[in-house]
Nanobody
């Protein structure tokens, strides 16, 4: 069974950085499409960025310049590096494999 598990969330001060990880397990190719989403309290889940099989990355406009998505195929892991975090970035961050498999999310709280 294919699974994705996010980690790396936590409490960070405004202006700080976090790196989230999404580990993919199960019988899959090492090349896969991963998208990152987030859901803030009381708001709908929204897409923030993704990486495709060619390692092309794309980011939502309002976070461009603050996000970097990368992949380590040997570890079946995709990373979401977030910099210059703002209180409004507080949310549960999810990764999604191929538009089908969701993780349970990891909470990011940006607060002083």
């Amino acid at each position: 069974q294919v699974q994705v598990v996010e980690s790396g969330g936590g409490l960070v001060q405004p202006g700080g950085s976090l790196r989230l990880s999404c580990v993919v397990s199960g019988s899959i190719s090492s090349l896969h499409v991963i998208d990152w989403f987030r859901q803030a309290p009381g708001k709908q889940r929204e897409w923030v960025g993704g990486i495709d099989r060619s390692d092309y990355v794309n980011y939502v406009d309002f976070m461009k310049g603050r996000l970097t998505i990368s992949r380590d195929n040997a570890k079946n892991t995709v990373y979401l590096q977030m910099n210059s975090l703002k209180p409004e970035d507080t949310a549960v961050y999810y990764c999604n494999l191929g538009g089908k498999v969701w993780g349970k999310g990891t909470l990011v709280t940006v607060s002083s």
